[in-house]
């Protein structure tokens, strides 16, 4: 079993940066893969970026040039680098550790992001 919690959100002006933090805990090594999916009001959950255990980066073409996703394996946590945030990244940030090899998904309750002046 895997524990997600995520952190970092709130009120931002447009053209600010933000980082979210994803920290992880329990059967951590069984972690395949950490993502960040986010969910605008009346919308569907999108993916935004992911991390594998090894490394490798993938995003989401919406994302490219502004989010930057890390990890630190010393504190278990993975990170959401969001600059020049625009009115349109207002969501609820979600962040997910993914156990490819059990097929299971580990999933924390959200980061509201808001963009507003």
């Known amino acids: 079993q895997v524990q997600v919690v995520e952190s970092g959100g709130g009120l931002v002006q447009p053209g600010g940066s933000l980082r979210l933090s994803c920290a992880t805990s329990g059967s951590i090594d069984s972690i395949s893969a950490t993502g960040w999916y986010r969910q605008p009001r009346a919308k569907e959950r999108e993916l935004v970026a992911l991390i594998s255990s090894g490394g490798r980066t993938a995003y989401a073409d919406s994302a490219k040039g502004r989010f930057t996703i890390s990890r630190d394996n010393a504190k278990n946590t993975v990170y959401l680098q969001i600059d020049s945030l625009e009115p349109e990244d207002t969501a609820v940030y979600y962040c997910?550790?993914?156990?490819?090899?059990?097929?299971?998904?580990?999933w924390g309750q959200g980061t509201q992001v808001t963009v507003s002046s």
């Open positions: 997910y550790a993914a156990d490819y090899l059990a097929a299971k998904e580990y």
